[in-house]
T-cell receptor, first 116, second 111 residues
Framework: DAGVIQSPRHEVTEMGQEVTLRCKPISGHDYLFWYRQTMMRGLELLIYFNNNVPIDDSGMPEDRFSAKMPNASFSTLKIQPSEPRDSAVYFC??????????????FGEGSRLTVL | QKEVEQNSGPLSVPEGAIASLNCTYSDRGSQSFFWYRQYSGKSPELIMSIYSNGDKEDGRFTAQLNKASQYVSLLIRDSQPSDSATYLCAVRYSSASKIIFGSGTRLSIRP
């Protein structure tokens, strides 16, 4: 399998612009997680989905952030309008909850966002 | 209190020695615990998972779990320079499937 695929790998944008990050989970995985990583706050859970349904979005910082999962093979995280404090590495991860490796996460390579 | 707590380090250990990393968590009902390694500029990768009290060994790595004390640890034997990385402790909540990470411990193995 190709693993979790994220795009873009790097994004530089100006404050106020819309940013869309994309993720393709591993085929057959029914959980998808979006995390944000910064030096100050570490790896924070933003939102996660089960079978394409958002289960917990309590980590989404504010209304400027939204996430969707229209089907089992695609998810987006959108920031509109973007602000400099949104600069971070955004990771997507997928997992399958059953079996011995319950909850093991497989991460994508991340999308490094810089908002000027 | 943070949900998952780790000492941020850096922890410096001489090559060949044992590195000991610790983690505490707040959700008493949690059942699944993980250690991830993250090299600078890379994504986290799973190195150990543990679900029952006691020790679990995999090569040079040993994970230890004490649910009564809400404590998880990772021991790395015969530390190598390639073990220099940030180690993230992660806990899966009992009431849901969300997985929360600690802030990570930076480990440096000095030759």
């Amino acid at each position: 399998d190709a693993g979790v695929i994220q795009s873009p790998r790097h994004e530089v944008t100006e404050m106020g612009q819309e940013v869309t990050l994309r993720c393709k989970p591993i085929s057959g995985h029914d959980y998808l997680f979006w995390y944000r990583q910064t030096m100050m706050r570490g790896l924070e859970l933003l939102i996660y989905f089960n079978n394409n349904v958002p289960i917990d979005d309590s980590g989404m910082p504010e209304d400027r952030f939204s996430a969707k999962m229209p089907n089992a093979s695609f998810s987006t995280l959108k920031i509109q309008p973007s602000e400099p404090r949104d600069s971070a590495v955004y990771f997507c991860a997928s997992s399958s909850p059953g079996g011995q490796n319950t909850g093991e996460l497989f991460f994508g390579e991340g999308s490094r966002l810089t908002v000027l | 209190q943070k949900e998952v707590e780790q000492n941020s380090g850096p922890l410096s250990v001489p090559e060949g020695a044992i590195a000991s990393l610790n983690c505490t968590y707040s959700d008493r009902g949690s059942q699944s615990f993980f250690w991830y390694r993250q090299y600078s500029g890379k994504s986290p990768e799973l190195i150990m998972s543990i679900y029952s009290n006691g020790d679990k060994e995999d090569g040079r790595f040993t994970a230890q779990l004490n649910k009564a004390s809400q404590y998880v640890s990772l021991l790395i034997r015969d530390s190598q320079p390639s073990d220099s990385a940030t180690y993230l402790c992660a806990v899966r909540y009992s009431s849901a499937s969300k997985i929360i990470f600690g802030s990570g411990t930076r480990l440096s193995i000095r030759p």
